[in-house]
């Protein structure tokens, strides 16, 4: 899982496998810290336009939910996230927005 979310961080080839991978993850593995340090990762290295950042958000959205908590950090970045996506949207795509609304909505920050 984590070779396959660094190959896409240095290969954009490899995005469509990744997208699948981090999103099995955020649905699926019960290590909460494990998922929120590969969004934080995947959120915070991959390029501007790349599908990955919108998707690092909506994984956020998707820890929240699961798991009712994320760190500081995690928090920031997702609304950065979905800041960016407002101003450009072909900088960060929309599921961030998504993945912001989820994070404040399951966390109660309304």
């Known amino acids: 899982m984590a070779e396959t979310l660094e190959r896409a961080l240095r290969d954009r080839s490899a995005e469509g496998e990744a997208a699948e991978v ?4 955020a649905l ?3 290590d909460m810290e494990f998922v929120e340090h590969w969004c934080v990762q995947v959120g ?3 390029v501007s336009g790349s599908p990955l950042l919108g998707l690092a958000g909506l994984c956020l959205g998707h820890t929240a939910r699961r798991f009712g ?3 500081d950090k995690a928090l920031a970045l997702v609304e950065s996230l979905a800041a960016r996506a407002e101003t ?3 900088d960060v795509d929309g599921r961030a927005l998504d993945g912001y609304d989820d994070a404040r909505s399951f966390l ?3």
Do not use: E, M, Q
């Open 108 to 110: 109660h920050l309304w």
């Open 22 to 25: 981090l999103v099995g993850t």
């Open 44 to 46: 915070t290295r991959a």
């Open 28 to 30: 699926n593995d019960d």
């Open 69 to 71: 908590r994320l760190s």
């Open 88 to 90: 450009d949207p072909t």
